[in-house]
C-alpha cells in the first residue's frame, strides 16, 4: 500500500477541508464586527410630522412693460416715473413678495429698462424676471 495513492477505486474519501470554510467564515465575522455599530450608529429623535402638499399661496406676478416711446405701465394701467417707486415699494413690502416681470419693447433705450431695474433694486424688489418671444424658426 503506496502513501497518498488510492489502491481501490472505490474507496470514498470522507473528510471534508475546513480550512477554507473557517477562512470564509472569519472575514464574514470581520464584516459584521465592522458594519454592525455603523449601521446602530443613530440617534432616537422624535421627528415632526409635515404635509407634503404645495402651498396654494403664491403672489400674483406683476406686468412691468416699457413701451418703444419709454412710457411704463403696470398691469397694462399708464404709470409715470414718479409713481413707480411708491409702487414698487409697497409690492416689496407684501410677503410673500410678487414677481416683478419685465416686457421690454426691443426699440426701448436700454437707458429706461436700466431705470426700472434699479428703481425696482432700491424698492427692494427680490424677483425680476424678463419676457421675451421665441425665435421664430
Not at 416711446?69 to 417707486?85: E, F
Request: charged fraction near 30%; proline fraction near 7%; glycine fraction near 4%.
Amino acid at each position: 500500500m503506496a502513501f497518498g495513492t488510492q489502491d481501490e477505486p472505490d474507496e470514498v474519501m470522507n473528510e471534508i477541508n475546513m480550512t477554507p470554510l473557517v477562512d470564509v467564515m472569519l472575514v464574514l465575522l470581520i464584516i459584521f464586527i465592522i458594519t454592525v455599530p455603523v449601521m446602530k450608529h443613530a440617534v432616537a429623535i422624535d421627528l415632526p410630522r409635515a404635509s407634503s402638499e404645495r402651498e396654494l399661496t403664491k403672489p400674483e406676478n406683476i406686468v412691468f412693460s416699457i413701451k418703444a416711446d419709454g412710457s411704463y405701465y403696470w398691469n397694462d394701467q399708464p404709470v409715470s416715473d414718479a409713481d413707480l417707486g411708491p409702487r414698487l415699494a409697497a409690492e416689496a413690502a407684501k410677503e410673500p413678495q410678487p414677481e416683478l416681470h419685465i416686457r421690454g419693447d426691443k426699440d426701448v433705450r436700454y437707458e429706461r429698462v436700466a431705470k426700472a431695474m434699479s428703481a425696482a433694486r432700491e424698492a427692494g424688489v427680490r424677483k425680476i424676471g424678463f419676457i421675451t418671444e421665441p425665435d421664430a424658426k
